[in-house]
């Protein structure tokens, strides 16, 4: 078995990465690491979740590092206007303190829960994990595991966890509501015209 560090964003997203990895050959220890959660009490939610889960599975955890001020004046001031390098900069602080976890404990190789969601920007947050681990001298194993995003929101909510209806950050809690929004507007407008025709 080769002992990877498995970075996590919340427990849902951890579930299908770590059971493929495993399958690989992998054996995962879990790295927390996400001060970009807003607000605390959100952030600490996903946190027990994943406490909670791993504890369930026998999986180690590590409760990493979490510079909620550095992500207030690296990422915050980037804002709503450019998605990509607000939130190429937000997976590039927290990836660099999971590879600074990796290479101090001994690991060889690391991976990403983040780019499980299809909401997440894939390629970019790929190309950040194999520069950061290129840097630290670890191997980032890269899988796209959005085809298991479905099984993963199948199995979470048999599990009875908690699932979150945004990525983590103020920008994205708004940016969520809004498309909530647009949906709903939109559904609405569509059942109106069936109404009329
Ligand atoms: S949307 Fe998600 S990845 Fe992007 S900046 Fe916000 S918390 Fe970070």
Avoid at 38 to 56: K, N, T
Avoid at 163 to 168: E, P
């Amino acid at each position: 078995m080769t002992r990877l560090l498995l970075h996590a964003c919340c427990a849902p997203c951890s579930l299908e990465p770590t059971r493929l990895l495993m399958e690989e050959g992998f054996e995962p220890t879990i790295c927390w690491t996400n001060p970009n959660i807003q607000p605390a009490e959100e952030h600490d939610r996903r946190l027990c979740e994943l406490r909670r889960w791993c504890a369930l599975e026998g999986i180690p955890l590590i409760e990493a590092a979490e510079d909620y001020a550095r992500w207030e004046r690296g990422v915050a001031p980037i804002g709503a206007l450019d998605r990509r390098r607000r939130c190429r900069a937000c997976y590039a602080l927290r990836l660099a303190e999971a590879c600074r976890v990796a290479e101090r404990e001994g690991f060889t190789h690391i991976a990403t829960t983040l780019a499980v969601s299809p909401y997440q920007l894939f390629d970019t947050c790929n190309e950040v994990l194999e520069r950061l681990a290129s840097a630290h001298g670890l191997t980032s194993v890269i899988r796209d595991f959005r085809p298991w995003y479905p099984e993963a929101t199948r199995r979470s909510r048999e599990l009875g966890m908690y699932r979150q209806n945004y990525c983590g950050c103020r920008f994205s809690a708004a940016e969520a509501a809004l498309d909530r929004a647009r949906l709903r507007d939109e559904r609405k407008a569509a059942c109106a015209r069936k109404k009329e025709s």
